[in-house]
């Protein structure tokens, strides 16, 4: 299975942005069924930083504190889509965004895709 992230872009503070994760891979992945998606970001020079996450079975979701009341993980089983619409977007929430998935059974997310780039200007 592979993740990729799309949607990044510059935009200014205030804004909003929604990104897309898309998998692909042999064979088709039709459904991520126990997995957990995850949204992550990064800036160079710090850790990689948990953002949200969804129970892709039950539509659970987690939230990092400073993305509460602003961002939304939501997931479409449909297509096997998962997306981070992130609204009233800071400065500091300029990074590159990763998703990944965490296997079923697995301790941490064992699958990553390539990452988009998220800068919000003042």
């Known amino acids: 299975v592979q993740l990729q992230a799309s949607g990044g872009g510059t935009v200014q503070a205030g804004g909003s942005l929604s990104l897309s994760c898309a998998a692909s891979g042999a064979p088709p992945v039709t459904t991520f069924s126990g997995y957990v998606m995850g949204w992550f970001r990064q800036n160079p020079g710090k850790e990689r930083e948990f953002v949200a996450g969804?129970?892709?079975?039950?539509?659970?979701?987690k939230y990092t504190d400073s993305a509460k009341g602003r961002f939304t993980v939501s997931r479409d089983k449909a297509n096997s889509v998962v997306y981070l619409q992130m609204n009233n977007l800071k400065t500091e929430d300029t990074a590159v965004y990763y998703c990944?998935?965490?296997?079923?059974?697995?301790?941490?997310?064992?699958?990553w895709g390539r990452g988009t780039l998220v800068t919000v200007s003042s």
């Open positions: 990944a998935a965490r296997s079923p059974g697995a301790d941490e997310y064992d699958v």
């Open positions: 969804i129970y892709w079975t039950t539509g659970r979701t």
